[in-house]
């Protein structure tokens, strides 16, 4: 099981940026893919980016693509999430999520359910 904390989170106003960062610990970094989701109050955890152990690979949400940029620095065990052009669509609790890597990440990336491993969430407000 590896442990993940996230960091980041804040307010900010429509236009502006963000980037949450998630520390990994516990176990090999590169044995993982990462995700980010996302929960708004009352809806359901969303998939919003994601990454392969190596960061050659990425799928972005339709919703945040263009706008956001998955990340990740093997030598620090981190996953960054890059946040531009904030919308307050955007406002929910982030979540990190990882996985150990295998070739179903290719067809399951974006299933909260494929994911074991997550961290407790940071807020990110956007105002108008």
């Known amino acids: 099981q590896v442990q993940l904390v996230e960091s980041g989170g804040g307010s900010v106003q429509t236009g502006g940026s963000l980037r949450l960062s998630c520390a990994a610990s516990?176990?090999?970094?590169?044995?993982?893919?990462m995700g980010w989701f996302r929960q708004a109050p009352g809806k359901e955890r969303e998939f919003v980016t994601a990454?392969?152990?190596?960061?050659?690979?990425?799928y972005y949400a339709d919703s945040v693509k263009g706008r956001f940029t998955i990340s990740r620095d093997n030598a620090e065990n981190t996953v960054y999430l890059q946040m531009n052009s904030l919308k307050p669509e955007d406002t929910a609790v982030y979540y990190c999520?990882?996985?150990?890597?295998?070739?179903?990440?290719?067809?399951?990336?974006?299933?909260?359910?494929?994911?074991?491993?997550w961290g407790r969430g940071t807020q990110v407000t956007v105002s108008s």
């Open positions: 999520a990882a996985v150990t890597w295998g070739g179903r990440w290719y067809r399951e990336y974006g299933k909260r359910s494929f994911y074991t491993d």
């Open positions: 516990g176990r090999t970094f590169t044995d993982y893919a």
């Open positions: 990454i392969s152990w190596s960061g050659g690979t990425t």
